[in-house]
């Protein structure tokens, strides 16, 4: 029913930018929301950034001001624009469909993709 298959990621110098695509089939991608989330080893998936169907976006504290999330209906697609990188971003990243829960933002999809490997090292 989900099929979600991340790509662009890459080994960049840090200060340097990266371009994630998130292809995403997901009945009613229109009306969903869709979030970025990365996982470094030994380290919980974390949610980086949150845009919902009108366009509106959240980003973590972390990555706020260097990471832009947008999206591309038409296309079924979500992107995530990655500038003035930092060894601490080194991770691998995974889109999912999401939706706000009493217990915060939750990725609806029980199937994620396999993700896709940022390493930013000198």
């Known amino acids: 029913q989900v099929q979600l298959v991340e790509s662009g990621g890459g080994l960049v110098q840090p200060g340097g930018s990266l371009r994630l695509s998130c292809a995403a089939s997901?009945?009613?991608?229109?009306?969903?929301?869709m979030g970025w989330y990365r996982q470094a080893p030994g380290k919980q998936r974390e949610l980086v950034a949150r845009i919902t169907s009108l366009g509106s976006t959240n980003y973590a504290d972390s990555v706020k001001g260097r990471f832009t999330i947008s999206r591309d209906n038409a296309k079924n697609t979500v992107y995530l624009q990655m500038n003035s990188l930092k060894p601490e971003d080194t991770a691998v990243y995974y889109c999912n469909a999401v939706s706000l829960t009493s217990r915060g933002i939750r990725a609806t999809s029980d199937s994620w993709g396999q993700g896709t490997q940022v390493t930013v090292s000198s």
């Open positions: 997901i009945s009613a991608f229109s009306t969903s929301s």
